[in-house]
């Protein structure tokens, strides 16, 4: 029962149903109510973290380049959650080999109510959170495709072969809802990033987002460098009317990239740019956006002009 207190039991069963039949119980449900707290201040320092790497990213480029201050953070956080499993895990380990004796630490921190209070709120609303996650992840699934099916909307995505696929349709989620709404099937693809990925989303889709580093060279795919130099204009469809570009000095080629997906409006950074600020415009203002498009009109469409041949 003391070392069941670690598995994220705690915040489940309150304290008075352990006292005083169980005193070893309760002094190790507080034990782990404590480490939990550890875990809420690391998660809290992993937040202000992000908020401040991304800020200095947008407005203090020098500083951020000549410090290195995302690798730098980023390991010393990781660093610190390992440190965070060895004690939980000794946590654990001393309630089946020592359990009469108090944990360092720990048992400081879960003899103050405040402390238990605020690990149990940290644990439930994680748990919630986490059910919410998965429910919102599998509706996601079934609203959006990766598929050779048509789409309006493309999400087409970095994810530096690493991050599991779901959790890109995850993002794409608010957008997914909103072309639902607007087209009334399931009109979202979402696709890691290729150069015959984006010349599918730039010919089929109405609405593109392209989720991807960049540097003033162009978007970077496994493949290279994709530039408007590698799209002709017949592999950009008239019915293209939103493009919203993530990459990084993606403004340094803005006129190119607007002129090469005329008549669509193309939305480029001629700055660093970070994850936060754009997972906030997929959550947020790219659902409305795509919600007010006016309908598409061929006649409103601008022919485009075709080079003449010298004679």
Same mark, same amino acid.
């Given at each position: 029962?003391?070392?069941?207190?670690?598995?994220?039991i705690?915040?489940?069963?309150?304290?008075?149903?352990? #006292?005083?039949?169980?005193?070893?119980?309760?002094?190790?449900?507080?034990? +782990?109510? @404590?480490?939990?707290?550890?875990?809420?201040?690391?998660?809290?320092?992993? &937040?202000?973290?992000?908020?401040?790497?991304?800020?200095? =990213?947008?407005?203090?480029?020098?500083?951020?380049?000549?410090?290195?201050?995302?690798?730098?953070?980023l390991?010393?956080?990781?660093?610190?959650?390992? &440190?965070?499993?060895?004690?939980?895990?000794?946590?654990?380990?001393h309630?089946?080999?020592?359990?009469?004796?108090?944990?360092? !630490?720990?048992?400081a921190?879960?003899s103050?109510?405040?402390?238990r209070? !605020? #690990?149990?709120?940290?644990? /439930?609303? #994680?748990?919630?959170?986490?059910g !919410?996650?998965?429910?919102?992840?599998?509706h996601?699934?079934?609203?959006?495709?990766?598929?050779?099916?048509? @789409?309006?909307?493309?999400?087409v995505y970095?994810?530096n072969?690493?991050f599991?696929?779901?959790?890109f349709?995850?993002?794409?989620?608010?957008?997914?809802?909103? +072309?639902k709404?607007?087209?009334?099937?399931?009109?979202?693809?979402?696709l890691?990033?290729?150069?015959?990925?984006?010349?599918? &989303?730039?010919?089929?889709?109405?609405f /593109?987002?392209?989720?991807?580093?960049?540097?003033?060279?162009?978007?970077?795919?496994?493949?290279?460098?994709?530039?408007?130099?590698?799209?002709?204009?017949?592999?950009?469809?008239?019915?293209?009317?939103? /493009?919203?570009?993530? @990459?990084?000095?993606?403004?340094d080629?803005?006129r +190119?990239?607007?002129?090469?997906?005329?008549p669509?409006?193309v !939305?480029?950074?001629?700055?660093?740019?970070?994850?936060?600020?754009?997972?906030w415009?997929?959550? =947020?203002?790219?659902?409305?956006?795509?919600?007010?498009?006016?309908?598409?009109?061929?006649?409103? /469409?601008?022919?485009?002009?075709?080079?003449?041949?010298?004679?």
């Amino acid at each position: 029962m003391s070392a069941a207190m670690y598995l994220l039991i705690p915040a489940l069963v309150p304290e008075r149903f352990l #006292a005083p039949r169980y005193p070893l119980a309760k002094s190790h449900r507080r034990n +782990a109510l @404590g480490a939990v707290f550890l875990l809420a201040l690391l998660v809290l320092l992993f &937040a202000i973290s992000v908020i401040f790497i991304s800020y200095v =990213m947008i407005h203090f480029r020098e500083v951020y380049q000549a410090w290195k201050l995302e690798p730098r953070t980023l390991d010393a956080l990781w660093k610190t959650l390992l &440190a965070w499993l060895v004690v939980y895990f000794f946590a654990l380990i001393h309630a089946l080999w020592r359990p009469q004796t108090p944990a360092p !630490v720990l048992s400081a921190l879960g003899s103050r109510a405040w402390v238990r209070g !605020v #690990a149990a709120s940290f644990l /439930v609303l #994680a748990l919630v959170l986490l059910g !919410v996650t998965a429910g919102v992840t599998a509706h996601a699934q079934l609203l959006t495709r990766s598929d050779a099916a048509s @789409g309006k909307v493309f999400f087409v995505y970095e994810d530096n072969k690493r991050f599991p696929a779901f959790l890109f349709r995850l993002g794409a989620y608010p957008l997914a809802l909103a +072309a639902k709404a607007r087209y009334g099937d399931v009109e979202t693809q979402v696709l890691p990033i290729s150069p015959e990925n984006l010349r599918r &989303a730039f010919r089929e889709g109405e609405f /593109v987002v392209v989720g991807s580093h960049g540097t003033s060279e162009g978007l970077i795919t496994h493949e290279g460098y994709f530039t408007p130099a590698d799209l002709s204009h017949d592999e950009v469809s008239r019915r293209l009317r939103y /493009v919203y570009l993530t @990459g990084c000095d993606s403004g340094d080629l803005a006129r +190119a990239w607007r002129r090469k997906l005329r008549p669509a409006h193309v !939305v480029t950074h001629d700055r660093l740019t970070a994850v936060p600020e754009h997972v906030w415009w997929l959550w =947020m203002e790219g659902p409305r956006i795509l919600s007010e498009l006016p309908p598409y009109q061929p006649d409103s /469409v601008p022919r485009r002009r075709t080079p003449a041949v010298p004679r």
